[in-house]
T-cell receptor, first 111, second 114 residues
């Protein structure tokens, strides 16, 4: 059983399109996150939800909107995709300060 | 605000040699410290963590790290590396507040040669 699963694994789309990435965790953790890893492997936090409540919202364009229907799911919707959005997006969950469990990532390529 | 510095972008080493990957952090409050490993085209896997207590922390795959508060460092070591240890290694810090936000260093690529 995968602890943190993301779909899709790969996403190739054209500029201007709208796309969503889904994330689900079966660990019973209260907190979930989205991270972006750029082409230089740098990881930056985007959002965090604790029990469906948004607690971290870093400086991210308004085109990115997270949605958490319940504490086991955190989806990421991106409007009007741009070339610079190409990256690997990681979902993660944690029970608190004990460290994160990461999903395997979604490689988004905007052409 | 906290930050993490990994000075070495790449560390080449021969198989069975020892290795140390350096990590320094900056924070005005107490922190939790972590090392993660990322194999090609995979997610990040937790290697080890320092939360409190003994400053020498042992993790998976024979890795260990030592927390040095005075030098604000958390260097990762392994006495004898294998080809399979070739991967990207990330140091991360979380301040002891309620957000549990992890801030990552820029990563160090460990390249193990036969």
């Amino acid at each position: 059983d995968t602890a943190v699963s993301q779909t899709p694994k790969y996403l190739v789309t054209q500029m201007g399109n709208d796309k969503s990435i889904k994330c689900e965790q079966n660990l019973g953790h209260d907190t979930m996150y989205w991270y972006k890893q750029d082409s230089k492997k740098f990881l930056k936090i985007m959002f965090s939800y604790n029990n469906k409540e948004l607690i971290i919202n870093e400086t991210v364009p308004n085109r990115f909107s997270p949605k958490s229907p319940d504490k086991a799911h955190l989806n990421l919707h991106i409007n009007s995709l741009e070339l610079g959005d190409s990256a690997v997006y990681f979902c993660a969950s944690s029970p608190g300060f004990d460290g994160y469990t990461f999903g395997s990532g979604t490689r988004l390529t905007v052409v | 605000a906290q930050s993490v510095t990994q000075l070495d972008s790449q560390v080449p080493v021969f198989e069975e040699a020892p290795v140390e990957l350096r990590c320094n952090y900056s924070s005005s409050v107490s922190v939790y410290l972590f090392w993660y490993v990322q194999y090609p085209n995979q997610g990040l896997q937790l290697l080890l963590k320092y939360l409190s207590g003994s400053t020498l922390v042992k993790g998976i795959n024979g890795f260990e790290a030592e927390f040095n508060k005075s030098q604000t460092s958390f260097h990762l070591r392994k006495p004898s590396v294998h080809i399979s240890d070739t991967a990207e290694y990330f140091c991360a810090v979380s301040e002891r507040d309620s957000s549990y936000k992890l801030i990552f260093g820029s990563g160090t690529r460990l390249l193990v040669r036969p």
